[in-house]
């Protein structure tokens, strides 16, 4: 008779999700995934087949959630400055409130893991893709509305606050001096002028 999971499944893979985000993939090894999640090894095997295929199920989790809460920032502003700014202020209030200075788990895993792994590279790769096509989108819809000048380049623009936003993650790991930040972002949201 097959045991029952005595864990919420999601709630396992959420807490995977921190430890790897905080830790990296090979700072995070099997014992402390367990000792972490509080679950015996057999128990994590059997229910995500090990270290790796636990952490590409984190990995894809924070992701999906991750692209989530941006969209959502972008559809719940009335205008895309106010959407832009909005992200950058929520960045910049996670990096000083995150006590571990975990950063963005994509621009980690990015550093951490490529070159090296190709199968990740593509999935690394794919995921910028998506999230560019967002910034780009957004700011071509601020065109079409009128907020910005026809004549603005919502490719490179997109791509330029993609940038940043990536670099804010990585800077903030080392110096989450709210002012600093705020410099960098207003000078790179001056683009939008």
């Not at 709630?11 to 509080?38: C, D, P, R, Y």
């Not at 079409?144 to 919502?154: I, V, Y």
Request: hydrophobic content about 40%; overall charge positive.
């Amino acid at each position: 008779m097959p045991r029952i999971k005595q864990f919420d499944e999601k709630e396992i893979l959420n807490k995977a999700m921190e430890l790897f985000w905080e830790k990296g993939f090979h700072a995070t090894s099997i014992q402390s995934l367990v000792s972490h999640l509080g679950i015996n090894r057999a128990s994590l095997y059997d229910t995500f087949g090990g270290k790796d295929e636990l952490f590409n199920r984190a990995f894809e989790e924070y992701r999906n959630t991750a692209g989530k809460q941006l969209k959502s920032i972008f559809d719940k502003e009335s205008t895309v400055r106010e959407g832009i700014k909005k992200l950058f202020d929520v960045a910049i209030e996670e990096a000083i409130t995150d006590e571990a200075r975990k950063g963005c788990f994509v621009v980690n895993t990015t550093t951490e893991l490529i070159p090296g792994d190709e199968a990740l590279r593509k999935v690394i790769q794919d995921n910028n893709i998506n999230v560019q096509r967002l910034f780009i989108n957004y700011i071509q819809k601020g065109i079409d509305k009128g907020e910005f000048k026809a004549s603005k380049d919502a490719k490179s623009i997109g791509l330029m606050l993609f940038t940043l936003y990536s670099g804010l993650r990585v800077v903030a790991k080392v110096d989450a001096a709210p002012n600093k930040l705020r410099l960098m972002v207003n000078a790179g949201l001056s683009v939008l002028d």
